[in-house]
């Protein structure tokens, strides 16, 4: 009898064991999250077809990334001349707790233009999935209210050596400047109308910021070789920061600039003798960045030069 009591007693523990597991809801996992997206250039959500396209977040896994995908899909009730859709996988995120996503890639010559849903998705190794979402723009290059073109580029210093990027943007090699050279630098860009805002931008590579637009200037960790801007612009021109005066002179001439200088050529002059952006010699990044906010699209190009003695 007590033997059959004890098997009784077991049994029914057992039940109540398997009940409760029953009645136990599956564990919450936690999810990726993600902010500072970015998408297009300036974030303005716009994809030019055959050209690239920027994209930029800070994901944090829930456990660790397995996977990042990104999809550009037509939407329901938006008319199209043909069918198209685009996806993206990378793969190099994997094992990651928290990255930041920024890449580039060209949007195929074969896209068709018009409104799409552009889904970023970020899945976990443990199971769960993040997807953000955002409405885009693709559109042909001819059909741009503006096309910023970066038509030439010259830079030169005091003892007569000259540089140069041209419109096909084939970068000069082997550009040193050393302590007291003056650098001087002339820009064309052309197909612009509206409101935009160039700046020329001296940057240490260590610091590892090439802004791509110009609110996206960290002004702590730049030198500022020349700021200028066009306003009310009402026909497409080119813009450029030395203007000629058609008499052998200049309305605004080329702006000189000392390497070495304790500050630089902001509007105010920021200051080069503390904080990230004093110099040190080493490799620099020089750098145009355009961004014309009537038409809400950027320039952007950079090349890679050499500070010595300061």
């Not at 200037?217 to 026909?235: G, L, M, P």
């Not at 952006?277 to 490799?283: D, H, M, Q, R, Y």
Request: aromatic residues 12%; contains cysteine; hydrophobic residues 35%.
């Amino acid at each position: 009898m007590k033997n059959k009591t004890n098997v009784l007693l077991i049994a029914l523990l057992f039940s109540l064991f398997i009940s409760s597991c029953k009645d136990d809801p599956d564990p919450i996992l936690p999810v990726p999250t993600i902010e500072n997206v970015e998408i297009g250039s300036g974030n303005n959500h716009i994809g030019v077809i055959g050209r690239d396209f920027h994209l930029n977040a800070d994901i944090v896994a829930g456990d660790k990334i397995d996977l990042v995908q990104v999809k550009i899909e037509p939407i329901a009730g938006e008319t199209y001349a043909g069918d198209w859709n685009f996806e993206l996988t990378w793969e190099q995120f994997k094992g990651a707790k928290n990255t930041n996503i920024h890449q580039h890639f060209d949007i195929p010559e074969e896209a068709v233009e018009g409104k799409y849903e552009f889904t970023i998705i970020v899945t976990d190794e443990n199971g769960t999935i993040l997807e953000e979402k955002a409405e885009i723009q693709i559109i042909a290059p001819s059909n741009l209210a503006v096309d910023p073109l970066l038509y030439i580029w010259m830079i030169t210093t005091d003892q007569g050596d000259f540089h140069y990027v041209n419109e096909d943007l084939i970068n000069p090699e082997n550009v040193e400047f050393s302590k007291d050279e003056i650098l001087k630098s002339d820009v064309t860009i052309n197909n612009v109308k509206g409101d935009g805002k160039m700046y020329l931008l001296l940057i240490r590579k260590d610091l590892n910021h090439r802004p791509e637009s110009v609110d996206a200037i960290d002004f702590s960790k730049v030198i500022v070789y020349d700021y200028y801007a066009h306003e009310n612009e009402e026909d497409v021109y080119s813009f450029a920061n030395v203007i000629y005066d058609g008499s052998g002179g200049f309305l605004r001439p080329t702006p000189e600039f000392k390497i070495g200088s304790p500050t630089d050529n902001n509007i105010p002059a920021g200051d080069l003798t503390t904080g990230e952006n004093a110099w040190k010699p080493g490799e620099y990044y020089f750098g145009v960045v355009y961004t014309n906010s009537t038409y809400d699209i950027s320039l952007y190009h950079y090349f890679e030069l050499k500070v010595s003695g300061v």
